[in-house]
């Protein structure tokens, strides 16, 4: 009696009195009574302080790989190993200090006199949290093993394998979110045991990081995934990627098939890894390809398949991969031009306002191609110029980027003061091989690509430029790039109530006083500025400065890049200085200043943009100053959570990459998906 309670108190415990097994990947309590594993933690996960309260880490938290009905009375431990007991009931869990996660042998022995007839069951319920927005999972059933897979919205998962004691094996599973909780419920058929006959039954747990969901684990606590574009052209590359990932460290080797190189990847425990192939397809039709990881030894570990649509026709994925967006083209005199916008039905004049004169004159001296425009346009509509120099709209939900031509859509800015907007986007800078790029993939809440096209201006006088254009007006919003390597792109901000109320007061007590801001400062800022300095110089001017609420991106051909996190003429002007391992980004949070303003807004949008910029170094391996356009490319298309392309369900903002935008200063062209480019061909455009 004496050596088991010396045991009992050697036992790590957690202040719930629940027993504590961990090394440095995973930290797992386990119930003594019922043998239930109540938390399971990937110490690798990602952490930040918007979801460090909300989840962070947790795989799972509830009651675990429970043994139905099972009381246990006695607890031992030994290094890596738990033990706990109860007559004829025995559970072992056992830990290595490289694994991530654990392994579980479970022993029924019939200590009666008489038969037993006993059906057993495992049984899992994972506790319903308000910060698990939803929760992706799988499992099945074959023979006598069985698997069960959940994977959380920031990436974190598990995957729990079994055999049964007899076969088949029958499973259950029930995927909850939010209050709700997930269920997991195995079953082995009725079986007699005689007396002094010992049943026994065994499961492993993989605890990850940046893994995927699967229909098809390895036998061996490996995940597997593949992602095929879903379309493609006979002898032009279609992107592959695999993404893998493992319970115990180990060099894997992904084969392809058909053949497209093989990649060797050395795997941390827990850690998901992504490798990126090109397959050439020879013929029309299906492309099929397998991915197969192998170690050392040639041992197959996990097999991944994908397929894509090669030069289709009539099908419906290969109308949506050969899509374009609208597309709009101005060139000539800005008097052309503004003639042309009113040919289009772009421009339209309105009763002019007694100050109209006075801000025309400012336009004239300060922005004169904008003045030239207007000139043309009311040319063309037989009226005085007056009457299309107009004040900005009144009210925060109708200003977006300056004076207004014509009547703008309500817009809904992503704030604590305002319900979410539908748009979202992160735009990302990189610095490689193929010069500075900026890498926008924009987002809404749902797959509707309304209102978003093309935009190419080639005037006579100022700097010719293209842009990527969105609501509210269709044609004077967007972000893009210049003939001299300028480009814009930008993201719903997001930032906190105070900081909107303070710079909507603001830029409301400016306007209302009579002074002026830019007018379509997207348009302008491409026509008059060749680099970021001009561009910040242009945001600022102490007389007609930049009204915009978002978060900007600037990229020049010199490799200077800056963020303008804004509230109408309230600003932080953040430039690149080159430090820290990771990419410069301008996504859904703003970046607190020491004053208070400029803290982020709702979490779920903030985690999904800081989720992204961890993906991008920890497993596409981003290093900025060496990404290619190639590379650029591929990052775009990854997928999981914290990745580039999404799909509404696996991230924490739910939200839907409508566009992929990638513009290269050196060359000035701007290439774009209308939809994601896993599923839409993304088309070069040219300032030609």
Same mark, same amino acid.
């Given at each position: 009696?004496?050596?088991?309670?010396?045991?009992?108190?050697?036992?790590?415990?957690?202040?719930?009195?629940?027993?504590?097994?961990?090394?440095?990947?995973?930290?797992?309590?386990?119930?003594?009574?019922?043998?239930?594993?109540?938390?399971?933690?990937?110490?690798?996960?990602?952490?930040?302080?918007?979801?460090?309260?909300?989840?962070?880490?947790?795989?799972? +938290?509830?009651?675990?790989?429970?043994?139905?009905?099972?009381?246990?009375?006695?607890?031992?431990?030994?290094?890596?190993?738990?033990?706990?007991?109860?007559?004829?009931?025995?559970?072992?869990?056992?830990?290595?200090?490289?694994?991530?996660?654990?392994?579980?042998?479970?022993?029924?022995?019939?200590?009666?006199?008489?038969?037993? +007839?006993?059906?057993?069951?495992?049984?899992?319920?994972?506790?319903?949290?308000?910060?698990?927005?939803?929760?992706?999972?799988?499992?099945?059933?074959?023979?006598?093993?069985?698997? %069960?897979?959940?994977? @959380?919205?920031?990436?974190?998962?598990?995957?729990?394998?079994?055999?049964?004691?007899?076969?088949?094996?029958?499973?259950?599973?029930?995927?909850?979110?939010?209050?709700?909780?997930?269920?997991?419920?195995?079953?082995?058929?009725?079986?007699?045991?005689?007396?002094?006959?010992?049943?026994?039954?065994?499961?492993?747990?993989?605890?990850?990081?940046?893994?995927?969901?699967?229909?098809?684990?390895?036998?061996?606590?490996?995940?597997?995934?593949?992602?095929?574009?879903?379309?493609?052209?006979?002898?032009?590359?279609?992107?592959?990627?695999?993404?893998?990932?493992?319970?115990? &460290?180990?060099?894997?080797?992904?084969?392809?098939?058909?053949?497209?190189?093989?990649?060797?990847?050395?795997?941390?425990?827990?850690?998901?890894?992504?490798?990126?192939?090109?397959?050439?397809?020879?013929?029309?039709?299906?492309?099929?390809?397998?991915? @197969?990881?192998?170690?050392?030894?040639?041992?197959?570990?996990?097999?991944?398949?994908?397929?894509?649509?090669?030069?289709?026709?009539?099908?419906? =994925? %290969? /109308?949506?991969?050969?899509?374009?967006?609208?597309?709009?083209? !101005?060139? *000539?005199?800005? +008097?052309?031009?503004?003639?042309?916008?009113? /040919?289009?039905?772009?421009?339209?004049?309105?009763?002019?306002?007694?100050?109209?004169?006075?801000?025309?004159?400012? !336009?004239?001296?300060?922005?004169?191609?904008?003045?030239?425009?207007?000139?043309?346009?009311?040319?063309?509509?037989?009226?005085?110029?007056?009457?299309?120099?107009?004040?900005?709209? #009144?009210?925060?939900?109708?200003?977006?980027?300056?004076?207004?031509?014509?009547?703008?859509?309500?817009?809904?800015?992503?704030?604590?003061?305002?319900?979410?907007?539908?748009?979202?986007?992160?735009?990302?800078?990189?610095?490689?091989?193929?010069?500075?790029?900026?890498?926008?993939?924009?987002?809404?809440?749902?797959?509707?690509?309304?209102?978003?096209? !093309?935009? /190419?201006?080639?005037?006579?006088?100022?700097?010719? !430029?293209?842009?990527?254009?969105?609501?509210?007006?269709?044609?004077?919003?967007?972000?893009?790039?210049?003939?001299?390597?300028?480009?814009?792109?930008?993201?719903?901000?997001?930032?906190?109530?105070? @900081?909107?109320?303070?710079?909507?007061?603001?830029?409301?007590?400016?306007?209302?006083?009579?002074?002026?801001? =830019?007018?379509?400062?997207?348009?302008?800022?491409?026509?008059?500025?060749?680099?970021?300095?001009?561009?910040?110089?242009?945001?600022?001017?102490?007389?007609?400065?930049?009204?915009?609420?978002?978060?900007?991106?600037?990229?020049?051909?010199?490799?200077?890049?800056?963020?303008?996190?804004?509230?109408?003429?309230?600003?932080?002007?953040?430039?690149?200085?080159?430090?820290? &391992?990771?990419?410069?980004?301008? *996504?859904?949070?703003?970046?607190?200043?020491?004053?208070?303003?400029?803290?982020?807004?709702?979490?779920?949008?903030?985690?999904?943009?800081?989720?992204?910029?961890?993906?991008?170094?920890?497993?596409?391996?981003?290093?900025?100053? #060496?990404?290619?356009?190639?590379?650029?490319?591929? =990052?775009?298309? @990854? $997928?999981?959570?914290?990745?580039?392309?999404? $799909?509404?369900?696996?991230?924490?903002?739910?939200?839907?990459?409508?566009?992929?935008?990638?513009?290269?200063?050196?060359?000035?062209?701007?290439?774009?998906?209308?939809?994601?480019?896993?599923?839409?061909?993304?088309?070069?455009?040219?300032?030609?």
């Amino acid at each position: 009696m004496i050596a088991r309670i010396a045991l009992l108190l050697a036992l790590a415990v957690s202040p719930s009195g629940e027993l504590v097994l961990e090394n440095e990947f995973v930290r797992l309590a386990v119930d003594a009574k019922s043998g239930a594993v109540t938390s399971l933690i990937a110490k690798k996960a990602p952490s930040f302080p918007v979801i460090a309260e909300r989840g962070a880490g947790v795989a799972g +938290r509830g009651t675990l790989f429970a043994w139905d009905g099972a009381a246990f009375e006695t607890a031992d431990r030994s290094p890596g190993e738990l033990v706990i007991r109860s007559k004829g009931r025995e559970r072992r869990i056992r830990m290595d200090p490289q694994e991530s996660g654990f392994r579980l042998q479970d022993t029924l022995r019939n200590e009666g006199p008489e038969p037993q +007839r006993l059906q057993v069951r495992g049984r899992s319920r994972i506790d319903g949290e308000k910060w698990r927005l939803k929760m992706l999972g799988s499992s099945g059933a074959r023979a006598q093993d069985f698997y %069960w897979r959940t994977v @959380t919205l920031y990436g974190v998962g598990f995957l729990y394998q079994g055999r049964a004691p007899a076969g088949p094996a029958t499973v259950e599973h029930k995927l909850g979110a939010g209050a709700s909780p997930s269920e997991f419920v195995w079953d082995a058929p009725a079986m007699t045991v005689a007396p002094g006959q010992t049943v026994s039954w065994t499961g492993a747990v993989l605890v990850d990081v940046w893994g995927r969901d699967t229909q098809a684990p390895g036998p061996d606590r490996v995940i597997l995934t593949a992602d095929l574009r879903v379309a493609g052209t006979v002898g032009e590359p279609v992107p592959a990627a695999a993404t893998v990932v493992s319970a115990t &460290p180990r060099r894997v080797k992904i084969v392809t098939s058909p053949p497209a190189g093989d990649a060797e990847l050395d795997l941390v425990p827990g850690v998901a890894r992504i490798a990126f192939f090109d397959f050439v397809p020879k013929a029309k039709g299906e492309l099929k390809v397998t991915f @197969t990881a192998v170690d050392a030894a040639g041992k197959e570990l996990a097999r991944a398949g994908a397929s894509a649509l090669i030069d289709g026709g009539a099908e419906e =994925a %290969w /109308k949506v991969y050969t899509r374009r967006m609208p597309e709009q083209v !101005y060139r *000539g005199t800005w +008097r052309e031009i503004g003639a042309q916008l009113v /040919k289009s039905g772009k421009l339209g004049a309105k009763v002019a306002d007694p100050t109209a004169g006075e801000r025309l004159a400012l !336009y004239r001296r300060k922005f004169p191609f904008y003045a030239e425009m207007l000139e043309g346009a009311a040319q063309a509509l037989g009226v005085e110029p007056e009457r299309l120099a107009l004040p900005p709209p #009144r009210g925060p939900e109708l200003r977006f980027g300056g004076q207004g031509l014509q009547p703008m859509e309500p817009v809904r800015l992503h704030a604590e003061a305002n319900p979410p907007t539908a748009e979202a986007c992160m735009d990302v800078f990189f610095d490689g091989p193929d010069g500075p790029i900026n890498a926008f993939s924009k987002e809404r809440e749902n797959a509707n690509l309304g209102g978003l096209g !093309y935009l /190419k201006v080639k005037p006579t006088r100022g700097y010719a !430029y293209q842009m990527y254009i969105m609501p509210p007006r269709n044609w004077s919003h967007g972000y893009g790039v210049n003939s001299e390597g300028l480009s814009t792109s930008g993201a719903t901000l997001n930032c906190d109530g105070e @900081t909107t109320r303070k710079g909507r007061a603001v830029t409301a007590d400016w306007i209302q006083s009579g002074k002026a801001v =830019a007018p379509i400062p997207m348009n302008m800022i491409l026509a008059m500025c060749k680099n970021v300095d001009e561009a910040i110089a242009f945001i600022e001017d102490a007389e007609a400065p930049l009204d915009f609420e978002g978060n900007l991106l600037l990229v020049d051909r010199a490799g200077k890049a800056a963020r303008v996190e804004s509230v109408g003429i309230f600003r932080q002007v953040i430039r690149h200085d080159g430090k820290g &391992p990771g990419c410069f980004v301008a *996504g859904n949070y703003a970046n607190p200043r020491t004053d208070g303003f400029f803290r982020p807004g709702t979490w779920e949008w903030a985690a999904n943009t800081m989720l992204r910029e961890r993906f991008l170094t920890e497993v596409v391996g981003v290093k900025p100053d #060496r990404m290619s356009l190639k590379d650029v490319f591929r =990052a775009m298309e @990854t $997928h999981a959570a914290g990745g580039m392309c999404q $799909h509404v369900v696996e991230n924490p903002g739910s939200l839907y990459s409508s566009t992929s935008f990638v513009a290269v200063t050196r060359t000035s062209e701007l290439w774009l998906s209308h939809g994601p480019p896993c599923q839409v061909r993304t088309l070069k455009y040219t300032l030609d």
